[in-house]
């Protein structure tokens, strides 16, 4: 990913290490009962979209599927107080042979896709920044 890339999404340049380095985040969407549901995800800036893998039978993406909009926190596990909070509109896509699932390999050393039962299936969550807040 290039720079102009995380300053298209409205990353500063302060915090770009955070969306480039093989980090853990924090995505949160609306469940069903109207409450936050928060779960550990692995993202990436692919193509200049920041996208995360999820599968298709878990509630995030039924989350996802009928309030398409969620936040992305990365926190730096190397100073705490430091994060970066990505609130956006969500598009997801169809992964039907996990091609996208793979491309998370090289940053991550595996695929999502690589502890799917078999049968799963996958989609892409892009989220599409519609504010973007950092701290530290």
Known sequence: MTTDQLDALGVP???????????????????????????AVWYLVDEGELV????????KYRNLH????????????DNVVRTLEVRAA???????????AARFAPTYGTAPSA??????????????????ITLG
């Open 13 to 39: 340049p302060s915090h770009h290490d955070l969306l480039t380095r093989p980090l853990v985040a924090a995505l949160s969407t609306i469940g069903s009962d109207g409450l936050v549901q928060s779960t």
């Open 52 to 59: 995360v893998s999820v599968r298709k039978d878990r509630q």
């Open 66 to 77: 009928a309030h398409p909009a969620a936040t992305l926190l990365v926190i730096d596990p």
């Open 90 to 100: 969500v598009e997801l896509r169809d992964d039907p042979g996990k091609e996208h």
């Open 115 to 132: 502890w799917d039962p078999e049968g799963a299936e996958r989609a892409v969550v892009v989220l599409r920044p519609r504010k973007v």
